[in-house]
């Protein structure tokens, strides 16, 4: 029998539900479980809070995107030094609906990292038939020269130059994909390879049912062991209470992300005698350098995000040549009033370097006042220091393909007017609240561990406190990966279906 996406705007009274598999959460994580385990012939049921849009549905203005597609109109933000925003979706799909579509496997450097803290099985050999097939199923190939778009090629001009090594990123696309550059507005051309267009039809086709609007607000136990989710069904415009519903299950799998999952464990009460859960929050911290340009570059032209310059990945600096529309462009801009107007009105000429560190800060997420997540972080020296200096050699390369100078995100020096004023900013030191920052795919809120005492779920990704409840999203990673992490999720989340279906139904 087909399953089927309820919507929050159809159930009229409290809903009580019997499945063998209650998933939490339709991104990265979760589509893919319910997917995995349904094929297998499990009864699943999947909770997600946000509401469903498919390509027909989704907004046609940046604002309304953000208001129905993202966690809080993307706004949501750390409390420290400095303050981070840190946007994230929340929608059937998940971020998957609004990312640029980048994938990565896990590198080597980062597989190290985590022998060294005992963790095994988890090598890139061990991951090597799981990689095989999400990215069959995802369609990852690499960013074809018709729509890598002048920002790509004008950058990788400038860094072969240098002698980098630019390449094309991998993105989850099919043959649809026009270059338009809307990526993370949900993207109307069903192009990039969002949940939605995939894993969810797939667990639909074996009978999943989807609750959308459905916030999962407690796990319930007995003795020790996952026995159901309790939950409220919410008004998608409001977020106001509207209903109960209660799952009874044999197994829950939390997959709400890193920013939900520990707020639903905390508020349970569960699972957290380690007191790990919440802590260890990592981020990739993010800026950009913009080269301005005589020549009209429209860079808005072509994918999003197009290509990759990895050299200085050893030093947790990863380095992607992105551009977006004048809406999320121009705030990244330095200056004010006039002199800020006349650098917008160059946008044409733009070609920009977004830049993303391996943080080594950490932070927590805790229950904010209202129940929803709230973070406390703030980045370190060291972080700032290695945000400074991917922001020089970004602007070295902008400066190579021809940049008359470089617009930067931090106070100590907005703009840069000649490679040689960049060597004069080499020994500034930069305070981490003189940048201005966003922050995405946040992780490690529940990491995986081989000690229960520093860790909330073991090997298998189930919790040590609690069987058959497991966790299977960007939380257990045990630190930061240095790349964009959604490959490396469905990769966990297939695995993670694989011990359920053959060790716990």
């Known amino acids: 029998m087909a399953g089927e996406i309820i919507e929050g705007k159809v159930i009229k009274s409290a809903v009580s539900e019997k499945a063998e598999v209650c998933v939490i959460g339709s991104g990265a994580g979760g589509a893919v479980v319910a997917k995995e385990l349904a094929e297998k012939g499990a009864r699943v049921l999947v909770l997600e809070e946000g509401g469903a849009y498919f390509s027909k549905d989704f907004p046609k203005t940046i604002k309304e995107c953000f208001m129905k597609l993202y966690r809080n109109q993307g706004f949501d933000s750390t409390v420290g030094i400095p303050t981070v925003i840190v946007p994230t979706g929340k929608c059937l799909g998940g971020t998957t609906v609004v990312n640029m579509g980048t994938c990565f496997r896990l590198p080597e450097q980062t597989h190290k990292k985590w022998e060294e803290l005992g963790i095994t099985g988890w090598s890139s050999k061990d991951l090597e038939p799981?990689?095989?097939?999400?990215?069959?199923?995802?369609?990852?190939?690499?960013?074809?020269?018709?729509?890598?778009?002048?920002?790509?090629?004008?950058?990788?001009?400038?860094?072969?130059?240098?002698?980098?090594?630019?390449?094309?990123?991998?993105?989850?696309?099919?043959?649809?994909?026009?270059?338009?550059?809307?990526?993370?507005?949900?993207?109307?051309?069903?192009?990039?390879?969002?949940?939605?267009?995939?894993?969810?039809?797939?667990?639909?086709?074996?009978?999943?049912?989807?609750?959308?609007?459905?916030?999962?607000?407690?796990?319930?136990?007995?003795?020790?062991?996952?026995?159901?989710?309790?939950?409220?069904?919410?008004?998608?415009?409001?977020?106001?209470?509207?209903?109960?519903?209660?799952?009874?299950?044999?197994?829950?799998?939390?997959?709400?992300?890193?920013?939900?999952?520990?707020?639903?464990?905390?508020?349970?009460?569960?699972?957290?005698?380690?007191?790990?859960?919440?802590?260890?929050?990592?981020?990739?911290?993010?800026?950009?350098?913009?080269?301005?340009?005589?020549?009209?570059?429209?860079?808005?032209?072509?994918?999003?995000?197009?290509?990759?310059?990895?050299?200085?990945?050893?030093?947790?600096?990863?380095?992607?040549?992105?551009?977006?529309?004048?809406?999320?462009?121009?705030?990244?801009?330095?200056?004010?009033?006039?002199?800020?107007?006349?650098?917008?009105?160059?946008?044409?000429?733009?070609?920009?370097?977004?830049?993303?560190?391996?943080?080594?800060?950490?932070?927590?997420?805790?229950?904010?006042?209202?129940?929803?997540?709230?973070?406390?972080?703030?980045?370190?020296?060291?972080?700032?220091?290695?945000?400074?200096?991917?922001?020089?050699?970004?602007?070295?390369?902008?400066?190579?393909?021809?940049?008359?100078?470089?617009?930067?995100?931090?106070?100590?020096?907005?703009?840069?007017?000649?490679?040689?004023?960049?060597?004069?900013?080499q020994d500034l030191k930069v305070h981490p609240s003189q940048f201005t920052t966003m922050a995405f795919h946040p992780m490690g809120t529940c990491r995986m561990g081989v000690n229960k005492k520093k860790s909330v779920v073991d090997l298998n990704l189930e919790c040590w406190e609690m069987k058959n409840l497991f966790i299977a999203d960007a939380s257990v990673f045990p630190t930061s990966l240095g790349v964009n992490p959604q490959e490396t999720i469905w990769a966990f989340a297939t695995r993670c279906a694989e011990h359920i279906s053959k060790n716990v139904l």
Request: hydrophobic letters at 40%; glycine letters at 10%.
């Open 130 to 425: 799981y990689y095989q097939k999400v990215e069959k199923i995802m369609s990852v190939q690499p960013v074809k020269p018709e729509v890598m778009g002048k920002n790509g090629e004008i950058i990788a001009e400038g860094a072969k130059r240098l002698g980098y090594h630019p390449k094309p990123l991998l993105r989850n696309v099919n043959d649809n994909c026009k270059g338009c550059g809307n990526c993370s507005y949900g993207c109307r051309e069903n192009a990039k390879q969002a949940m939605i267009l995939n894993y969810i039809p797939m667990a639909l086709e074996k009978g999943v049912k989807f609750y959308c609007d459905a916030k999962a607000e407690l796990i319930i136990t007995e003795d020790g062991r996952a026995m159901g989710v309790h939950g409220s069904i919410r008004d998608r415009e409001t977020g106001n209470f509207r209903h109960h519903i209660e799952i009874s299950a044999d197994v829950v799998v939390l997959c709400a992300g890193a920013l939900s999952s520990p707020v639903v464990l905390l508020k349970s009460k569960i699972a957290n005698s380690s007191g790990q859960v919440g802590k260890n929050l990592k981020l990739h911290l993010c800026s950009r350098a913009t080269g301005v340009f005589d020549q009209i570059i429209d860079g808005y032209k072509g994918v999003g995000q197009s290509l990759l310059i990895d050299d200085f990945a050893e030093l947790g600096i990863m380095l992607e040549a992105t551009f977006t529309g004048p809406a999320t462009e121009f705030p990244g801009i330095a200056g004010f009033g006039k002199e800020l107007w006349e650098e917008c009105k160059k946008f044409r000429n733009l070609a920009t370097i977004g830049i993303m560190v391996s943080d080594t800060s950490s932070g927590r997420v805790s229950v904010g006042p209202e129940g929803e997540p709230m973070m406390t972080y703030s980045f370190n020296q060291k972080d700032a220091d290695t945000l400074k200096k991917a922001l020089l050699i970004a602007s070295r390369i902008l400066f190579a393909s021809g940049a008359k100078k470089v617009l930067t995100t931090t106070a100590c020096f907005p703009k840069i007017n000649s490679p040689v004023e960049v060597e004069k900013f």
